[in-house]
C-alpha cells in the first residue's frame, strides 16, 4: 500500500454554530476531499443542549470522523484517543477499498479468515504509526469556552508529545473562531510541534457568535492552499531540472 497523508481535522467546541453556512454540510465536502472531521464537545456541567449534541455528532457522520463529548478535565486523554482512533477508522477504509479492488466489490476486513484479518490490522497498526498525519486543529473560543481554554491548551500540548513518539511526520495547524477581524484567525501555521501554543493562548479573547461552518470552511482551503503551494514547488523543481 502506498503511504500518503492523513489530513484531519479536530474541532474543539461546546455549544451549537450560530452563524455562517451549515457546518455538517462544510464537514461532508471535507469528507469529499480526502479530510476527516473529528468533533470534541466539551462540558463543564452534567447536561449539554440536545441540538448542540446534533450538531456534534452530525458534523462528525458528515466528516467521516468521530465525535465524543466530554467533561473538560477528560478533555486531554480524549483528544489523543479521538485522532488515534480516527486515524485507525481511516486506513481501515483504505484497507477496505483496496481489498475489494483486489477480491471483489463484496468483500471486506471483517469477511477475511480471522488469521488473515489479524495480519491486516497489523498493516494498519503499522501505517497509524509511520504514515504522515496533518491535524489542522480548530477551537471554538466563543465566551462559553473562556474557562475551558486553559484545558483545551494542555490537552493539545499532550496530543503533540503523544503523536511526535510516532515514527511518521505530523504537522499541525490551530485556528480559533471567532477571529478578532472575522470568522476564524489562524494562530499556529503548520508545524511539527505545537508548544507555540503556549504563548499565543494567553492572549487569546473569547466572546462573540460561534461561526463552526465559515472556521471549517476556512480550514479546507487552508488545506488547498497548502497543497497548491506544494504543486508550484514541484512545477519549480521539474523547471530546474529541465533546464540543466
Known sequence: MR???????????????????????????????????????????????????????????????????????????????????????????????????ILGSDVSLEDLPPEKRGEVMEVVDELGETVELEVLILIDTSGSMKTKLPTVKEALLDLSLSLNARIGDNRFAVFVFPGKRGNVEKIVDWTPKIEELSTVFPKLTSGGLTPTGPALREALTYFEKKRSLRGLIRDDESYFEESM
Open 3 to 101: 503511504k500518503g497523508t492523513l489530513r484531519q481535522i479536530l474541532l474543539i467546541t461546546d455549544g451549537c454554530s450560530n452563524h455562517g453556512e451549515d457546518p455538517i454540510a462544510m464537514a461532508s465536502l471535507a469528507k469529499e476531499q480526502g479530510i476527516t472531521v473529528n468533533v470534541i464537545g466539551v462540558l463543564d456541567q452534567d447536561t449539554i443542549d440536545e441540538s448542540g449534541l446534533r450538531e456534534i455528532e452530525g458534523i462528525a457522520l458528515s466528516g467521516g470522523g468521530i465525535s465524543q463529548v466530554v467533561y473538560a478535565k477528560q478533555l486531554s486523554q480524549t483528544v489523543q484517543m479521538v485522532t488515534r482512533k480516527a486515524m485507525t477508522q481511516t486506513l481501515q477504509g483504505v484497507v477496505n477499498r483496496e481489498l475489494k479492488q
